[in-house]
């Protein structure tokens, strides 16, 4: 369970890192459209593990230049709430498979065979 202070940082890490993929990470991520999707933090406020979601599958390549520039965003991270926190929390990134595993969901279940219920059935 996420006290209240963990689940504050958890929004105010996801919205700046939202600006930050938005204006300065542009040159990282080009074109790419990437969303972060969660943010779950550690109970020390130490460690940000970052779920993040692409529009595009292509897109997961960025993944790879997003973790080797992973101090670089947390300097920018750092510049934007560094006057909020004691420490800027390390980052790790995943990547959010939660989009794709629905739509992979959704097909199985709109393949399903279901026949269709007769009269006697809906009586009981």
Partial sequence: ?????????NKLIQKELGGIFQKEAK???????????????????????IY????????????EILN?????????LGNRIGKSVRIVPELAFFI?????????????????NIPEATDEDEEE
């Fill in 52 to 63: 993040l979601s692409f529009l595009v599958d292509k897109d997961r390549a960025v993944f």
């Fill in 96 to 112: 959010d498979d939660s989009a794709t595993y629905a739509q992979h969901m959704d097909k199985v279940i709109g393949d399903l």
């Fill in 1 to 9: 369970m996420e006290s209240k202070r963990q689940q504050k940082f």
């Fill in 68 to 76: 080797d520039k992973k101090s670089e965003i947390r300097k920018h």
């Fill in 27 to 49: 040159h990282i991520i080009g074109s790419a459209f990437i969303t972060v999707s969660r943010v779950i933090i550690s109970p020390d406020l130490s460690v940000a593990r």
